[in-house]
């Protein structure tokens, strides 16, 4: 049996980047409801840098970055598929439109643009400083009783990492979103409720069914439903379905709550699909727990497949790696799970692992297994059970491209993106992995150091990721389709859980939180100009 509830103007389900949008519904005058599964607000956004592609935005402008017209190339050129040319347009357009709004509001304050490099630096209209803005931090004093409401960065979910008074990155956008919704007075927010299907009359989308605290509840909606859920990365039975390799659902650094309900209650209804066979991958680095991190790229060493051969540039953006392992695992005839990350005692001498530089590496990684040392490349190639030989020419031939600087197989160090690596890496969120490597004055490339100095090391890199990229298919209002491409009245989509306007691939720092927030607000422009 369910309870009836009180109607809103808007619901919201998911508490991620479509919090953003809930706050310009309910800054509207709009009655808006947010109603996440989990006890804590913020989903995969909470455990983000906060990163948003908005090309055009004030804050950009402010820096003097170029305005929407390279980034508009860009995409067109990356993406490269003309059907997604109107979700383009209406993101390109919405991104600046919704930080001029959200920069009047003293709880979101000033954004600032923060150097990243784009990811496909080949392109035309690539940009090396990059498009993308940040959030300012916030203090847990600011935000006061609702700062508990936020969901923990992953490192201190996993490890319980001390992240101090201070939140960061996706936790200060969303802390800053949930005080400015909750402070307009037409927002309301219902944790640990879950969509469990959409309220269809007469073709419309009127509410939605959930379970909130056990209890089975109908919601009505008299405007529209946002379903800003995340995507179906933590649901197995999905991901064997459509994904290309086991254990996906494991690997993932999606939030705890994204299994899909979103997805399922509008295929239910009829909605049209797209993409669910990919996913915004990333190189996970296995650590003492057994799980992989987000691993944005690799200053030394090697990467080599079960064949003992190098398969990439190690410092390529993580998406392409990622992509890349995952495709390779599945067309070339040879593991690339796991993958294999070699490197020697110099490495280890200038970096250390698994922290800053000057941090030794901490026993538990020795202990765990997660990392591995052997004395002799035999040793090493018994370790993960590679062929010698071929695990010899691979490092013979590395260790010649460290003499001349130049990566002639795969040109590490060549791009903007991989040169950022030389100087920051790590997850955000996590300070103390965030640090510079020291010069190496003794190699003309410093991404290119030999591995000729034994003790060696190998550790392993999975294909993770940060969320699905499939999901419903949507017009450029945000409107979730039917196949013959009509809108389904009432339901909107944004983030993960509509199919990517960047299609299959990732353009730069920023597009997924980008989307989820862009989406969101141009979901509201269209709830709100329906009947005003």
Not at 240 to 255: D, I, L, M, N, V
Not at 334 to 345: E, G, K, L, R, T
Not at 442 to 465: E, G, M, Q, R, S
Request: hydrophobic share 35%; proline share 8%.
């Amino acid at each position: 049996m369910s309870i009836n509830e009180d109607a809103y103007d808007v619901v919201v389900v998911g508490s991620g980047g479509g919090l953003v949008g809930a706050y310009v519904a309910a800054a509207r005058g709009l009655r808006t409801l947010v109603i996440e599964k989990t006890d804590r607000v913020g989903g995969t956004t909470a455990y983000s840098g906060a990163g948003l592609w908005f090309p055009g935005s004030a804050p950009l402008r402010r820096a003097g970055v170029d305005g929407v017209g390279d980034a508009r190339t860009y995409l067109r050129s990356v993406v490269d598929d003309s059907s997604r040319e109107p979700l383009q347009e209406a993101y390109l357009r919405a991104g600046a439109q919704l930080i001029d709004e959200l920069e009047q509001n003293e709880w979101f304050q000033s954004f600032v643009h923060g150097p990243v490099p784009e990811y496909y630096a080949e392109v035309p209209g690539f940009s090396p400083a990059g498009h993308t803005i940040f959030p300012p931090p916030v203090t847990v004093a600011e935000l006061g009783e609702q700062a508990r409401l936020v969901r923990n960065c992953l490192p201190t979910e996993r490890w319980g990492h001390d992240e101090g008074p201070v939140l960061s990155g996706g936790r200060a956008l969303i802390g800053r979103a949930l005080k400015a919704f909750l402070e307009t007075g037409n927002g309301s927010l219902r944790l640990n409720t879950a969509l469990e299907s959409l309220v269809v009359e007469d073709g419309r989308v009127v509410g939605v069914e959930a379970v909130s605290d056990g209890e089975r509840v109908t919601i009505r909606a008299r405007r529209g439903v946002i379903l800003a859920a995340g995507g179906f990365e933590r649901n197995h039975e999905l991901r064997e379905k459509y994904q290309p390799f086991p254990r996906a659902s494991e690997w993932t650094h999606g939030a705890p709550g994204n299994t899909g309900d979103a997805l399922q209650a509008g295929i239910a209804i009829g909605a049209a699909t797209d993409l669910l066979d990919a996913a915004w991958y990333t190189p996970g680095l296995v650590w003492p727990d057994g799980l992989p991190l987000f691993h944005t790229g690799t200053r030394g060493g090697v990467w080599v497949n079960a064949a003992g051969e190098r398969f990439i540039n190690e410092t390529r953006p993580y998406d392409q790696a990622g992509s890349e392992i995952v495709r390779l695992h599945t067309t070339s005839g040879v593991s690339h799970i796991p993958a294999h990350w070699v490197f020697d005692q110099r490495q280890l001498d200038r970096d250390s692992f698994g922290g800053p530089a000057e941090q030794p590496v901490r026993p538990e990684w020795f202990e765990s297994g997660a990392l591995k040392k052997a004395d002799t490349l035999e040793e090493l190639a018994e370790l993960i059970d590679v062929p010698l030989e071929a695990l010899r020419k691979t490092i013979e031939e590395f260790n010649g491209y460290a003499k001349t600087g130049v990566d002639e197989k795969f040109h590490r160090g060549e791009t903007p993106w991989d040169q950022i690596a030389h100087h920051v890496l790590g997850y955000p969120g996590l300070p103390e992995l965030n640090y510079a490597a020291p010069p190496t004055p003794d190699w003309p490339n410093p991404l290119l150091l030999p591995i000729d100095t034994p003790p060696y090391y190998v550790a392993t890199i999975l294909p993770a990721d940060i969320g699905t990229k499939g999901g419903l298919k949507t017009d450029e209002h945000a409107r979730v389709l039917r196949p013959d491409g009509s809108p389904i009245g009432g339901l909107y989509a944004s983030g993960n859980t509509m199919a990517a306007m960047s299609g299959r691939v990732y353009p730069g720092a920023g597009t997924p939180i980008g989307s989820s927030t862009a989406f969101s607000y141009l979901a509201v422009l269209d709830i709100a100009g329906a009947t005003d």
